[in-house]
């Protein structure tokens, strides 16, 4: 398909909004590409083959699907919104290796999905509003994806890359990094979307780890310490970990932890790798959740 007929070029796309009388809907959090430059971009970081298996969440209208399909060799499309689904049937008739699914992504068992492929590239213009759970869901569930490229807030891109000691660097920033390597590969502008969001957006691409950065004896128990660490950030880390009554862990355990690797009693838990959350967590009681 010549590119001045694809989705991407904003007059095709208000042309296909209008011919369907398409609402955008707030709840799905709906903003659609409109940028040839941003979607390139996104391919060239999801690092797209005719080899490749892909399944792209919430295609939308079918924008950045156009170029997918014209890149991998099979695309699974997984639209939460039933009145897209005539849309999509239209823009993307002429592309015989595309699927449509109609369901919530975190309802979808992927690996049936894909059948007889061993792993497949996930792509996604994320929903601002939902970004972090479907992320989680993904990278905690096992999925049989070897990268996540997602169009998300600048925000939240920004704070899966943090590193310890950053202002943004939180429990988000250690659970990505946990199960992936973070590639931050271009920030996106609010006009190169419809309607314009009110914020700034990036492209991430999370590379998933075949093996874990670091040994824990219970990466239940570690996200849990983490999690309080982050609860209370202006709060020193034996005080967020009292506090959590769900670890049961008394102020003299923390501090005796604490100065068993060398650390200050007035640390805060924004300081400590992953590495160090990993050891702290070995050395403290399970909390036996």
Known sequence: MDDKE?????????????????????????????????IRKILLAADISKEDTVVEIG?????????????????????????????????????????????????????ELIGDAETCKIVANLPYYITTPIIMALLEGGVPAESITVMVQKEVADRMAAEPGSKIYGALSLAVQYYADTYLAANVPPNCFMPRPAVGSAVIRLTRRKEAPVQVKDDGQMFRIIRASFNERRKTLVNGLRNDPSLGISKEEAEA?????????????????????????????????
Do not use: C, W
Request: proline fraction near 4%; avoid cysteine.
């Open 59 to 111: 295609p939308g209208i079918g924008t950045l699907t156009q170029y997918l399909a014209e890149a991998a060799g099979r695309v699974y499309a997984v639209e939460i919104d039933e009145k897209l689904l005539p849309i999509l049937a239209e823009t993307l008739s002429s592309y015989e290796n595309v699927t449509v699914i109609n369901q919530d992504i975190l309802k979808t068992d992927i690996r």
């Open 6 to 38: 694809k989705l991407s070029n904003p007059k095709v796309t208000i042309q296909t909004i209008q011919k369907h009388d398409f609402r955008f809907q707030k709840r799905f959090g709906q903003n659609f590409l409109i940028d040839d430059h941003v």
């Open 257 to 289: 932890a604490l100065t068993k690797m060398g650390l200050p009693l007035t640390v805060r838990g924004e300081t400590l790798s992953l590495a160090q959350f990993a050891e702290l967590s070995d050395l403290l009681p399970e909390s036996g959740q």
